[in-house]
């Protein structure tokens, strides 16, 4: 079956790095999505990742090992705005978004 | 945890044509339902709030008479691209809203739209 498993919460505390980790299982993979959501707001696109490595993009960063099925997403420097829901979503090889529960980030001053 | 399923997940239609998108939440009854559509790596964009029982509410942009929303029951929410256009081709994503106590957004898998 497809699976995605990440934490349901996870706090931190200002200016300090944090790094939300997803693992996966899909029928086919065609890439990896993270998105950021605040309460009542449509999700926000953080980062693509189809092949194994490292992106980074700012304060954020996006890792990807398709071998072990396994992605984590790095914020640095955090900021009380980045206090919000993080998704995975790995796409199968129907092209379809298998969605995580998402991680709560909660971030302390 | 919750399920949200979409109908077709994959539909390639003729210019001129209707589409019909059903979007599903088959463990819970949701009270509200967003439609999104997605460019790529792109973040999503809403299209339009749907709630059980009354007309669904439209983003500035969307055309409401293009993008024909229908949330007949609480488990059920359709999304009927009229007349459609190559430039209609693109990504459909549905999410169901249980509101309460629960409080969580649960997205569908999407619905890849082709319009030749």
């Known amino acids: 079956g497809q699976n995605i498993d990440q934490p349901t919460e996870m706090t931190a505390t200002e200016g300090a790095i944090v790094q939300i980790n997803c693992t996966y299982q899909?029928?086919?993979?065609?890439?990896l999505f993270w998105y950021q959501q605040h309460a009542g707001e449509a999700p926000t696109f953080l980062s693509y990742?189809?092949l194994d490595g490292l992106e980074e993009k700012g304060r954020f960063s996006s890792f990807l090992s398709r071998s072990k099925g396994y992605s984590y997403l790095l914020l640095k420097e955090l900021q009380m705005k980045d206090s919000a829901s993080y998704l995975c979503a790995p796409m199968d090889s129907n092209y379809q978004l298998i969605w995580g529960a998402g991680t709560k980030l909660i971030i302390k001053p | 945890g919750a399920v949200v399923s979409q109908h077709p997940s994959r539909v390639i239609c003729k210019s001129g044509t209707s589409v019909k998108i059903e979007c599903r939440s088959l463990d819970f009854q949701a009270t509200t339902m967003f439609w999104y559509r997605q460019f790529p790596k792109q973040s999503l964009m809403l299209m339009a709030t749907s709630n059980e029982g009354s007309k669904a509410t439209y983003e500035q942009g969307v055309e409401k008479d293009k993008f024909l929303i229908n949330h007949a029951s609480l488990t059920l929410s359709t999304l009927t691209v009229t007349s459609a256009h190559p430039e209609d081709s693109s990504f459909y994503i549905c999410s169901a809203y249980t509101g309460g106590d629960a409080d969580t957004q649960y997205f569908g898998p999407g619905t890849r739209l082709t319009v030749l």
């Open positions: 990742n189809v």
């Open positions: 899909t029928s086919g993979f065609n890439g």
